[in-house]
Structure formats: structure tokens, C-alpha cells
């Protein structure tokens, strides 16, 4: 109930009642009837009818009390997630998986689907690349914090997993962050035969 005071005051013999404003036709009504009938003080108004007026008042005061309610109190943020990354040279179709559910598969040299880290389980997430028959080729382990690069001076800090193979048909990267890791440039020949079969 919003109420309000306002500046408005009936004088009442040496006496002043200041009003709220949605009290005020109570009161009103209340000053209206002292003069009829009933025990009457010396101002010649009924002292009862008085008394309950102001008890009205002192109600309609009190109902205007200011409830503090407590303010929620707010979500822990969760942590950043890293994005991961697979970088697929070779001529094989690689599957991504996380804790052993599949989350993407990538295409032989081409560009893969992005993975929405959002989807996946509480951190750690262990991460895998395997050929379309189960075959694991590389793997790493991604931990809260990891793959998230801060800056300070200047200068960039940061852990990003990563896993790495090279096979007779190319090389496969996996990584977590935005950046890529780099590295030496694959051996030639490399891998061995048959490693690039599904």
C-alpha cells in the first residue's frame, strides 16, 4: 500500500491532527460524530469517539511501515570454457569426443563443426580424436582454466592442451583456446604404413 503525508492539518480546540491522505475520510467521519452523544470531555466532544479516531490513525500509520526484504543473493559465475580445436591434415574422418560421447566429426583436410563447450560436462574433460572405426589417434586432458589466454604487461599467459600425431597422410592437431599451438614441421616420411587406415 503506497502512502504519502501530506501538509494538510485540522486544528481541533489547542490540538492539531496531521492526516495521511487516505486516512483522511475515516478521520473526517470519526471528527464528525464526536459531538453526537456519549460521555463528553471538557471541549464538549465524546472522549471515546476521540480515542478510537486516533487508534484508527495510529493503524493506518503503522501499515505504512517500510518491509525490508532481503536481496537474492546472486550466482556464482561459472568459469570460462575454452573452445577446442581440431586441425585435420590427414585423409581420414576424425571423430572428437569428450569423456567418450562423440561431439563433432571432422572431414578429411576440411573445416569441422564448431563444438558447443556449452553442452559439455563439468570440467575435466578428457578429449579424444579417432578414426570412423573407434581408432584413437591423439588425445589430451583440458582442466578448469586451462585454454584461457590472459594478457598482462603486455605479455600473454596461458595453458592450452594439446594433442598431436603424424601419420604417412598427414597431421592431426587437437587443441583448447583460440590459439593455435604451433610446432615443428612434420617429419618426411612420416608415420609408419597402414597407420592411416579407419
Not at 86 to 103: I, R, W
Not at 116 to 128: I, M, R, T
Amino acid at each position: 500500500m503506497a502512502c504519502s503525508v501530506q501538509g494538510r492539518k485540522r486544528r481541533f480546540g489547542a490540538r492539531v491532527v496531521q492526516q495521511h491522505d487516505r486516512s483522511e475520510s475515516l478521520v473526517t467521519l470519526g471528527l464528525k460524530s464526536l459531538r453526537r452523544g456519549g460521555q463528553r470531555g471538557d471541549w464538549g466532544f465524546d472522549v471515546r469517539r476521540l480515542a478510537s479516531a486516533v487508534v484508527t490513525v495510529g493503524l493506518l500509520v503503522a501499515g505504512c511501515a517500510t518491509i525490508v526484504v532481503p536481496a537474492p543473493t546472486p550466482s556464482p559465475t561459472p568459469p570460462p570454457r575454452p573452445s577446442l580445436n581440431v586441425g585435420n591434415g590427414t585423409s581420414l574422418e576424425v571423430t572428437l569426443t569428450v569423456n567418450g560421447s562423440p561431439v563433432g566429426v571432422f572431414p578429411a583436410g576440411g573445416v569441422g563443426p564448431t563444438v558447443d563447450v556449452s553442452k559439455l560436462p563439468p570440467f575435466p574433460w578428457h578429449v579424444g580424436a579417432q578414426t570412423s572405426s573407434g581408432r584413437l589417434l591423439t588425445f589430451m586432458t583440458v582442466k578448469e582454466g586451462d585454454g584461457i589466454m590472459t594478457v598482462q604487461n603486455g605479455v600473454g599467459t596461458g595453458n592450452s592442451p594439446m594433442g598431436r600425431v603424424d601419420l604417412s597422410c598427414g597431421r592431426l592437431t587437437i587443441w583448447a583456446g583460440d590459439h593455435p599451438p604451433s610446432g615443428p614441421v612434420p617429419p618426411s616420411p612420416a608415420g609408419s604404413p597402414g597407420d592411416c587406415a579407419p
